[in-house]
């Protein structure tokens, strides 16, 4: 019995002439040798998908289809032949685009985050745009991390400042509802605690401790020693944040709550906070109290990502304990590679 796909399903209800709009099939993901070869008689003059039940189904005007993929490494030189290809670039975007369109935006919140934009685009060209000190022949603080930092998974500029963007905005979230403008100090803490873990959630300690030695430079380049907080011996910046409850946002150390023994143990689903399941429980709240936005994009999601026991799951699981139960339910997925 034949059953039609996700993609022969929607492209037999768009390729139809009584549409008067004109509709784009968006195929985004990495190139499949198998189906994409099935795609030749769409590309070429013909134009006509052939399915396995010897349907024939004709692409008429009115509908485009577009292929967002990040190379060509399994796709046949057939399949290139038939289709125009345009490269896009890492560099050709850039990260200050996106910086200044979600300042632009914040104006959308309410008439006083204009100041508040002011600031933060000041900060952001003083923080990134110039090159850091003792860096050598760098352009920008991106350029001295490429060079210099290892991560454990590969992202771009445009990633990682989007990662970056969605932090500031969650941890400003409760500025911008109660209608007021941080001040300056405050907001150079909150920006220094965003930038940090948006360049250094991807790193190893060590990794972290490079960082943030380099941007502690480019505080005391520009006069911003409130920004540091006093951290103890061994301490970086990443044992610390800018206390949410507090209109000032002064540096405050991560410490786990106390925990309390259930009346029956079981050991084995014991979940016992620590700093690090704290600071990451507390970057995936705010995450998930932000708003939707597609500029940067913003869907409520963060992923853990570590080698096997370095208690991902034991953290989405404290995360989630907390729902209530009454508005909020949980499905575990387990999903293999």
């Not at 037999?12 to 198998?34: E, F, H, Y």
């Not at 301490?235 to 029956?264: G, H, M, N, Q």
Request: proline share 6%; glycine share 4%; hydrophobic share 40%.
């Amino acid at each position: 019995e034949w059953t039609p796909g996700v993609f022969a399903s929607i492209w037999q209800k768009w390729n139809n002439r009584t549409i008067k709009k004109t509709t784009w099939i968006i195929c985004d993901g990495p190139v499949d040798a198998i189906w994409i070869e099935n795609l030749n008689t769409v590309l070429d003059d013909n134009k006509i998908l052939t399915l396995a039940n010897n349907d024939r189904i004709p692409m008429t005007d009115n509908c485009k289809i577009v292929f967002e993929v990040q190379d060509l490494r399994n796709a046949s030189p057939a399949t290139v032949s038939r289709a125009g290809i345009i490269y896009v670039s890492a560099s050709d975007l850039g990260w200050e685009p996106l910086v200044q369109s979600w300042l632009l935006r914040r104006t959308d919140i309410n008439p006083n985050r204009q100041a508040e934009a002011d600031i933060l685009r000041g900060l952001f060209d003083k923080y990134l745009k110039q090159p850091p000190p003792n860096a050598g022949a760098v352009v920008d603080f991106f350029d001295w991390n490429m060079r210099n930092i290892k991560k454990i998974m590969d992202a771009n500029d445009s990633i990682v400042i989007i990662n970056v963007l969605n932090i500031l905005a969650a941890s400003l979230r409760s500025a911008a509802e109660e209608n007021f403008v941080l001040s300056e100090d405050a907001y150079r803490r909150v920006l220094t605690y965003s930038l940090m873990w948006g360049f250094g959630g991807l790193l190893e300690p060590e990794e972290r401790n490079k960082l943030w030695n380099k941007f502690v430079e480019i505080l005391e380049l520009n006069k911003h020693r409130d920004a540091i907080p006093k951290c103890a011996d061994g301490c970086t910046v990443f044992e610390y944040v800018p206390d949410w409850t507090d209109k000032a946002r002064p540096w405050i150390l991560w410490s786990p709550e106390e925990w309390k023994a259930p009346k029956r143990l079981q050991f084995a689903s014991l979940l016992i906070p620590t700093s690090d399941s704290t600071r990451a429980e507390h970057l995936m709240r705010i995450i998930g109290e932000h708003d939707k936005t597609r500029t940067p994009p913003s869907f409520k999601s963060c992923m853990l990502i570590g080698a096997p026991g370095t208690a991902k799951t034991s953290t989405a699981l404290m995360y989630t304990s907390r729902f209530s139960q009454d508005v909020m339910l949980f499905k575990r997925l387990n999903l293999s590679s």
